[in-house]
């Protein structure tokens, strides 16, 4: 089974900390994805990432950065976190042959008090 | 841009009814169309999906039909149990988009006993 790991299941952090998420996926996909999930808005598309160091704004990219120096990690970086990005973040990977089947992991709730 | 609407949550049911959520989309072109759902503290699970216009997904008791004259994937289940209690996202991908979702906003079911 394909299994897409983050790191950190729960975080609390203070306003303007620098914030990383990090994301591994085990199935050598091509492609990995960062969602934010927040009541009554679904998942929203923050960055995407087609190959090792490649990078693509999504939806929502403002606030955040993205890394992909491995194929199996793809890392979220928020440089000043901030109250309104409290939100449940849900990384995501599939692969570029069989691209219609995307795997999530568990998400990261993430607090910034 | 494409775009996908779900119906208003959120739903409660008694265990053995009808269970129907209307999805509709708008997308260029010929999209795959998929349902996901996260139950309570996980991440998102594939529970079904279909490619082409008069394709139907069917899993776990759950079906869904890809209409393309209605651009709609509603979907449908004859008899829930309170274990399908959780919150359906349905989600269409194009085909150039390296697989990225677009998601509705997410209907959150509950099945009483």
């Known amino acids: 089974d394909v299994k897409v790991t983050q790191s950190s299941r729960y975080l609390v952090k203070r306003t303007g900390e620098k914030v990383f998420l990090e994301c591994v996926q085990d199935m050598d996909h091509e492609n990995m994805f960062w969602y934010r999930q927040d009541p009554g808005l679904g998942l929203r598309l923050i960055y995407f990432?087609?190959?090792?160091?490649?990078?693509e704004k999504g939806d929502i990219p403002e606030g955040y950065s993205v890394s992909r120096e491995k194929k199996e990690r793809f890392s979220l970086i928020l440089e000043s976190a901030s109250t309104n990005q409290t939100s449940m973040y849900l990384c995501?990977?599939?692969?570029?042959?069989?691209?219609?089947?995307?795997?999530f992991g568990e998400g990261s709730w993430l607090t910034v008090v | 841009g494409d775009s996908v609407t779900q119906m208003e949550g959120p739903v409660t049911l008694s265990e053995e009814a009808f269970l129907t959520i209307n999805c509709t989309y708008t997308?260029?072109?010929?999209?795959?169309l998929f349902w996901y759902v996260q139950y309570p503290g996980e991440g998102l699970q594939l529970l079904l999906k279909a490619t082409k216009a008069d394709d139907k997904g069917s899993n776990k008791g759950f079906e869904a039909t890809y209409r393309k004259e209605t651009t709609s994937f509603h979907l449908e289940k004859g008899s829930v149990q309170v274990s399908d209690s959780a919150v359906y996202f349905c989600a269409l991908t194009g085909g150039t988009s390296y697989g990225k979702l677009t998601f509705g906003q997410g209907t959150i079911l509950t099945v009483h006993p």
């Open positions: 997308a260029t072109g010929y999209p795959s």
């Open positions: 995501a990977s599939s692969s570029r042959d069989r691209g219609l089947t995307i795997y």
């Open positions: 990432s087609y190959d090792v160091k490649m990078k």
